[in-house]
């Protein structure tokens, strides 16, 4: 199956752009934080020169600041990195594991904005599927969109990656506000088309406040 | 000049407001809207800077809440967009709000608060 429709391909642009668009924020903050750090160990050093008093300690603190935004820029971008290559291949096998891993990383700044705690609950490993790598994150990205809106009050959101007998589930839980959310309607006309593309399907199970994404193997 | 500084990068506010400190500027930070809205009830801020995204009450409403209750008080906004579509988002209005896009020059920024409150290089 290809993945020719105009619709679809709009919404994997806009979920590209959104997605670049949030993950270079993050990028552009943790650069102000080593900015402003590293103008900080030079204010001290300025202050060192003229004789004025400072705690050494605070140098260590500084220090480890910088180093700990430079880890954290470093993963962003790779993380960008993949999510940039997840369109290399129309069709690939995928670990649904890292597939989910790399979603969790891509949208937490959306999960944070939404003040919501994302678990992970990753499934035996690895767990392959064939499938449309973009396409599939793509999917997965407004699920996780749809799930943020319907969280309960304790905001905690679980991913769960489970084998199943011809493929694989992810399951999105617990969905306590899914009946406010269920009247925005998801699947969209966007959603199908991604999941017919995908050869996938997907339902909502209100008893058990799920999301519910089955993949087969194609 | 008492300043009030609003990021939920912790790492940001705290560092940005101990250079103000260290240039003689009284600089006090918080993460949340919530936090600065309180913290600017008890001191009398001349100028916020304010972050423009944050969980649940993002910079741009922060200020308008602000404004309603420090009438006097002036704003200067930090963004992480690298393109100016935020700029566009905000009224700015001549004299009292001013935009900067993250990472901030700390001089740009000192220049920046001494334009919206009149003030002289030697007056802080």
């Known amino acids: 199956m290809t993945i020719t429709t105009e619709l679809t391909g709009w919404t994997g642009l806009q979920f590209f752009g959104r997605t670049t668009a949030s993950v270079s924020h993050d990028l552009k903050n943790a650069l102000a934080i080593i900015k402003e750090n590293a103008g900080l160990l030079n204010d001290y050093l300025l202050m060192a020169e003229k004789g004025t008093p400072f705690k050494p300690e605070r140098l260590k603190i500084v220090a480890d600041r910088i180093d700990q935004q430079t880890r954290r820029a470093d993963t962003l971008i790779k993380f960008l990195n993949r999510f940039g290559h997840s369109i290399d291949e129309p069709l690939a096998t995928v670990d649904l594991n890292e597939a989910v891993s790399l979603l969790a990383a891509l949208t937490q700044r959306e999960v944070a904005m939404k003040q919501a705690t994302l678990q992970l609950s990753m499934g035996e490993s690895p767990m392959t599927v064939k499938t449309a790598p973009f396409w599939l994150l793509t999917f997965l990205g407004h699920c996780m969109t749809f799930s943020l809106k319907a969280l309960g009050p304790d905001k905690i959101l679980r991913l769960q990656v489970e084998k199943v007998k011809e493929g694989a589930r992810i399951l999105f839980s617990p969905l306590s506000g899914l009946q406010g959310a269920e009247k925005g309607g998801f699947p969209g006309d966007a959603e199908i088309a991604l999941l017919n593309s995908l050869n996938a399907a997907c339902h909502i199970d209100p008893d058990a406040a799920m999301l519910i994404v089955n993949l087969s193997n194609r | 000049m008492r300043v009030l500084l609003v990021d939920d990068e912790v790492d940001l506010a705290s560092a940005l407001a101990e250079r103000l400190d260290l240039r003689g500027i009284k600089a006090d930070w918080v993460t949340t809207a919530h936090a600065a809205l309180d913290k600017a009830e008890a001191v009398d801020y001349d100028l916020a ?65 001494k334009d919206l409150l009149g003030q002289s290089g030697g007056d802080q």
């Not at chain 2, 992480?80 to 993250?102: A, L, R």
Request: net charge positive; charged share 35%; with cysteine.
């Open chain 2, 49 to 113: 800077i304010l972050d423009v995204k944050m969980p649940k009450i993002g910079g741009l409403e922060l200020r308008q809440r602000l404004h309603e209750r420090h009438p006097r008080m002036k704003f200067i906004f930090v963004t992480g967009y690298g393109s100016e579509m935020d700029f566009n988002k905000v009224k700015c209005q001549e004299g009292e709000t001013c935009y900067m896009v993250k990472p901030v020059d700390i001089e740009d920024l000192l220049k920046r608060m």
